[in-house]
């Protein structure tokens, strides 16, 4: 019934799934309205306006999946964690001792962010388009608490787990058990697929990611299916982390931009793929994203393939451009494709 | 006659020396007597104080190579561009257009940082330690000039290549041209290695690097010798571009953390390597840092091999295990592990 549920859960099929990560975000101009309005929490905890922005970018381009409009810090603050936006996440306390770690709250699904619960609802309610709902990874939300704040290159989280193994194994325990009732609470509410953002694991050697990454993502994910709904991971900068991420039970992997999909096909068998269009490209003129976008789309061949960037939209892409991709996607006939590819290949 | 000078023409030897990168730097208590009294320019900017930091860590550990103290920065005020450090860089008037661009001064190798030649000089004559000049490489200065400060992904400086090609190619032709007469410059004067930091290259996808990064690189490496001084080039988080930078002018490649040295080996046949301990490893307890670092040693057995972190040592490294670390390092007998190694790899 939906070309990116087929995608999600591991068939291949003739047209490639097109959402974009962020697609609820500041290049559209109904979104600006809004966030000039509301403060940034006030428009994550208002059903209402969950709902509006999630369902923006689907009126005006008609992407294949919506997803639902949240921040991955949202559970975070459940846990009674103090976070502002400045316009990145600041933590007033940086959580880094075992005291701290034991002090944070762990709700149940039943009571995690009623007003998460509420938009999944309301936006189920008024959409056939299926909806994602997502939640931050445990490696990926401690680097966060830990740090404090957006950083380069994270090294005083990576430090700490160097310093306190003990203790950082405490933290992610405790994330992991908020993110399971975070996505179980999402998916009461009626998510129709999970997406675990991943982001920072890909700063991490794999000895560190087995240590600290991939158990805890793995955990989650497991706790969530199989069969319920599909699940996709997302880690940035990773390539060097594939054949552990390869294990995780996600029925599909988030590829960054940096990696051709035809690599990441061979190196994560029995994945469906979701990317990875350079998020830039879309500030190129037409004929060059155009050009980019058929790179990835022939690049995703030979799999189920869910097409997306690499990593978030920006700002300042254009809105222009934006529809043009979305159309050019959705006309894009794989088979044909495919059959060209490989008469290609035999020449 | 000197480790570092033959690992880094490619000579396979039985000890791995070792030098840090950011050695003369904040976790160094006699560093920060010198940073309390003088602004980070005019560090920069003193022939004295150049020789005075440059030398602090080689006495007080005695490592195999000591590097220049100064900024990748430092080529660009000498093109009249403005730039203040808050710690990091910050450029008051980022340089986006084709008019700011033919502003820029281009200095020849006879006049651009004379105090680096003066502390060049004074290093060399109170030391017999090998001394490495570098620059920083035409793509991460263009990286820093049109974004204007420290970013996570530099996302405006990715839109603007896509933007701004024929732009960003005239930036880099000029960047080239001022490096190229930075690091003549330096080797006139007397350093013995060149390190060429293309810190952000790992930021963009291949075909990227081979259109805004490989090929000036290549022009400034290619400028440079062969024949004169050994040559590193270094990128962060390029896993992905080895196959690129395996074709480099350079003799040897410093690897970050993330890529074991001995894929690396297989991936950059012909080159020497330099790496690539997780800095992170610093702060662990001693038996920790030390089982960390014999992996890293063990791995780069099999080609010449130059012992460094896989990035810049942070300001909280604790003295006593960095000593610890050189200790270790120099006292370890590279025929033996890999006799060991092979014999092990035989039963």
């Known amino acids: 019934m939906s070309a990116f549920i087929d995608a999600a859960r591991g068939q291949d099929a003739a047209r490639a799934p097109i959402w974009i990560m962020r697609q609820a975000g500041r290049y559209l101009p109904e979104y600006r309205e809004i966030k000039e309005r509301y403060g940034f929490w006030e428009m994550c905890r208002t059903p209402d306006l969950i709902t509006e922005i999630t ?41 880094r001792t075992r005291e701290q770690i034991a002090r944070l709250r762990t709700p149940g699904s039943d009571e995690i962010a009623p007003y998460v619960v509420k938009g999944v609802r309301a936006v189920r309610e008024q ?23 957006g950083s380069k290159d994270y090294s005083l989280f990576r430090n700490w787990l160097y310093e306190q193994p003990g203790a950082a194994h405490e933290l992610l ?12 609470a999402q998916i009461g509410a009626g998510v ?20 600290f990454g991939r158990p805890y993502a793995d955990r989650v994910l497991r706790a969530l299916g199989p069969g319920d709904v599909p699940r996709i991971y997302l880690a940035i900068g990773a390539h060097h982390l594939y054949p552990q991420i390869g294990t995780l039970a996600a029925e599909a992997i988030s590829v960054d931009w940096r990696t051709p999909l035809s690599h990441a096909r061979r190196m994560l068998p029995g994945k469906a793929l979701q990317g990875n269009l350079d998020p830039s490209a879309l500030c190129a003129p037409p004929e060059v994203l155009l050009e980019r976008a058929g790179e990835v789309l022939r690049q995703g061949l030979g799999g189920p393939h869910i097409f997306n960037l690499g990593h978030g939209i920006g700002p300042s892409a254009p809105v222009g451009n934006v529809q043009r991709l979305v159309e050019f996607v959705q006309g894009f006939d794989r088979t044909a494709a495919f059959d060209l590819t490989a008469e290609g290949a035999t020449r």
Chains 1, 2 share one sequence.
């Open 127 to 149: 959409t056939e388009v299926p909806l994602i709902g997502f939640a931050g990874a445990p490696l990926t939300l401690a680097t966060y608490l830990v740090e404090g704040q």
């Open 55 to 95: 369902l923006q970018p689907i009126r005006r381009f008609g992407m294949d999946a919506a997803i639902l409009f949240s921040d991955i810090m949202t559970p975070l603050a459940e846990c009674g964690v103090r976070i502002d936006f400045a316009p990145g996440p600041v933590i007033a306390e940086p959580v």
């Open 173 to 184: 325990g405790k994330l992991t058990e908020v993110t399971i009732a975070y996505l179980r």
């Open 192 to 211: 129709q697929a999970v997406q675990l953002f991943d982001s920072w694991a890909g700063l991490h050697d794999a000895a560190s990611y087995e240590t």
